[in-house]
């Protein structure tokens, strides 16, 4: 797709984060045309290169999480990649940096100075606990955010410890939150008759902490401390995982009236929605271990075709739980082209999580994946700043790229 067509062509980010979730919240604005200059330092580049699974020396997850950008060097610890810097800030809508607080005024190139050079710049500085506060000066890593922001505490069998999510939960839920603050300061400073800026707070725990809310509200107002319960609920019965004959898995919930009336009808116990001790989702889940026996003792009886043929029949809410290869073979997901694919110079084809989501309109395009390491170095620094080809080769003698 011709980048012009795309809903956010013109919107410049200047990207000097490092690794998963600040990285993400620009990687969501590319997909949509923002033209994202990805910064990396000349000889480390980004922690994200070396993270999770490798294929033949090179992290496969950098493919997508760094998609559609353009990937330059540039040594932010020198004076000369300073000044190198504060040039491209004066091209940019947006910078996105998650440094420690405090790392980016050391290198003479925090909100007070950058501002200055651009009145209408918008700045995301994403880390663990936020730019000011007692733990502000902390490392923090999405590990800890998911156990501060008391994810941890709900997630996991009620018999067993606090369970850590198997994916970067908080790097993504905030990586999320940092696409839609950057959007929310661009309008407001579209509509703001000085097109004046502001930077961005975003901390990696309060965004998964938000999500919260259920468990804090009746803390609040009840004083319920919320307990682990497994792949149950502590607001809906039914809702659990069930294992089907043949050795499949299903999730599903109950989370309406009518809902678990049509569970009822599929489990052929019609019944049971007039019993007292299953009438309301308040009894339901007083007696959620005798539910899940009746529910669970019919599942495990079947293999699972009939079991999602029978239930989404009588309108019941029921799906798989696949393993990551199931995902790409589901046809759904198919139909609605959730994977798409794409020609990498380095892997060939490469199957990747599709645009999120679809505009009737104007949808986003992935036109490239994760580049190499100051691959765009010639088409920024002589490009976009004009320099010459000998600046050019001096920068990269004085290791500035």
């Excluded at 950008?69 to 491209?88: D, M, R």
């Excluded at 009822?264 to 007039?274: D, K, P």
């Amino acid at each position: 797709m011709n980048n012009d067509n795309l809903p956010l062509n013109g919107l410049k980010i200047l990207d000097a984060s490092t690794m998963i979730a600040a990285p993400w919240s620009s990687t969501y604005l590319a997909d949509f045309g923002a033209d994202v200059i990805k910064i990396e330092h000349p000889e480390f580049g980004d922690h994200a290169r070396g993270y999770g699974k490798q294929k033949d020396g090179s992290a496969v997850f950098w493919k997508t999480l760094n998609r559609n950008k353009k990937c330059i060097t540039l040594n932010l610890s020198k004076p000369e990649g300073q000044e190198l810097f504060k040039k491209l800030v004066a091209e940019v809508d947006v910078v996105v940096e998650n440094f420690r607080p405090g790392t980016f005024e050391k290198w003479n190139l925090g909100w007070a100075t950058l501002s200055k050079i651009n009145p209408a710049l918008v700045m995301l500085r994403t880390t663990g606990f936020g730019q000011d506060g007692p733990y502000s000066t902390r490392a923090g890593f999405g590990t800890v955010a998911e156990g501060m922001s008391g994810f941890t505490s709900i997630n996991g069998e009620a018999d067993g410890s606090p369970t850590l999510p198997g994916l970067a939960l908080a790097d993504g839920v905030g990586s999320v939150f940092g696409s839609l603050s950057i959007m929310i300061a661009l309008f407001e400073r579209a509509n703001n008759p000085d097109r004046k800026g502001q930077y961005i707070d975003m901390s990696l725990y309060e965004p998964l902490l938000r999500f919260m809310e259920p468990h804090l509200m009746a803390y609040d107002q009840l004083g319920i401390i919320a307990k682990r319960v497994g792949n149950g609920s502590v607001s809906t019965a039914p809702r659990n995982s069930y294992q089907t004959k043949d050795h499949k898995w299903v999730a599903l919930s109950g989370a309406t009236q009518s809902i678990t009336k049509n569970i009822f009808n599929a489990i052929g116990r019609e019944e049971l929605f007039n019993d007292e001790k299953f009438s309301t989702n308040e009894a339901r889940l007083k007696n959620v271990e005798e539910l899940d026996m009746l529910i669970g003792g019919w599942i495990v009886e079947r293999d699972l075709n009939e079991v999602l043929q029978v239930f989404n029949d009588c309108g019941a809410v029921i799906g798989p739980m696949y393993d990551v290869s199931q995902l790409y073979e589901d046809p759904h997901f198919k139909y609605r082209e959730t994977f798409i694919t794409i020609e990498d110079k380095e892997f060939g084809d490469v199957r990747v999580p599709n645009v999120v989501a679809k505009f009737s309109r104007t949808p986003g395009s992935v036109n490239s994946l994760g580049a190499a390491k100051g691959e765009h170095n010639h088409d920024i620094y002589c490009g976009l700043l004009s320099l010459s080809e000998e600046q050019l080769d001096e920068l990269k003698r004085l290791q500035i790229i």
